[in-house]
C-alpha cells in the first residue's frame, strides 16, 4: 500500500504502516551513525539528555558528502543499518520510534521494535543523489568533530521509503524471500 506520511511517527501512526507499504515520508528526521549513536548512547547512560528530543523522532542512518554550492546537502545515501544495531534497542527506549537505512536488523532490534512500536524504513542504495533531492533543509545540531557523522537535523520533502521491519516485527525480507521460494516449488 502506498502511504504519504507526515512526521513525527507517533506510536498511533507505527502501527498502521506494515511491512512492504511504500512510504513518502515528510517532516523533520535526524541523521546518525555508528559514532554518532555511541556518543548518544553514552550520553543516555550518563544520564544526559541527547542534542534533539528523541520522542517519536525518525533517524536516517546516513553520513551525506559536502554540499555543493547552492545545494542543501550533498549526496545522501543510507548506511547499512546493522552498524546501529548495538544502539537501537537503546535509542528506542528513549523515545525514537522510526529508522531509516539499508539492510538486514538482528533479532534483539525487532524485538526492541515490537516492544516500543518501532519501524524500520528502507532506503534504496546508490540512490543518493535522487534522495538529496527530497532534502529541503540541513542542519548540523551536534558532534561536529564527526565531520560526515555529525548529528544533523533534516527536513524531507516525499522522501520514498519501503517499510521493511513493521512494529509487529513482520520483515519484507523474510516474508519477501519466503513468497519467491513458494512461487518456485510450482
Not at 135 to 161: F, H, Q
Amino acid at each position: 500500500m502506498e502511504k504519504h506520511i507526515t512526521l513525527p511517527l507517533t506510536e498511533a501512526l507505527a502501527k498502521t504502516l506494515r511491512a512492504g507499504d511504500t512510504v513518502y515520508l515528510t517532516g523533520t528526521i535526524y541523521t546518525s551513525r555508528d559514532a554518532g549513536h555511541k556518543r548518544m548512547c553514552e550520553a543516555l547512560a550518563r544520564g544526559e539528555a541527547l542534542p534533539f528530543d528523541p520522542t517519536d523522532a525518525t533517524i536516517y542512518y546516513v553520513g551525506p558528502t559536502p554540499a555543493k554550492p547552492g545545494a542543501v546537502i550533498g549526496s545522501a545515501g543510507p548506511t547499512t543499518s546493522g552498524r546501529m544495531d548495538a544502539y537501537a534497542p537503546t535509542m528506542m527506549s528513549a523515545g525514537a520510534r522510526g529508522m531509516i537505512g539499508k539492510g538486514a536488523r538482528l533479532p534483539e532490534v525487532v524485538e526492541a521494535m515490537k516492544k516500543y512500536h518501532g519501524v524500520y524504513f528502507g532506503a534504496i542504495g546508490g540512490a543518493g543523489a535522487l534522495l538529496a533531492k527530497c532534502i529541503k533543509k540541513a542542519e548540523l545540531i551536534a558532534y561536529e568533530d564527526l565531520g560526515a557523522e555529525a548529528l544533523r537535523r533534516l527536513y524531507v520533502e516525499e522522501m520514498p521509503l519501503v517499510v521493511i521491519i513493521d512494529c509487529e516485527g513482520r520483515n519484507l525480507y523474510e516474508e519477501g524471500r519466503k513468497a519467491y521460494l513458494d512461487s518456485k516449488k510450482g
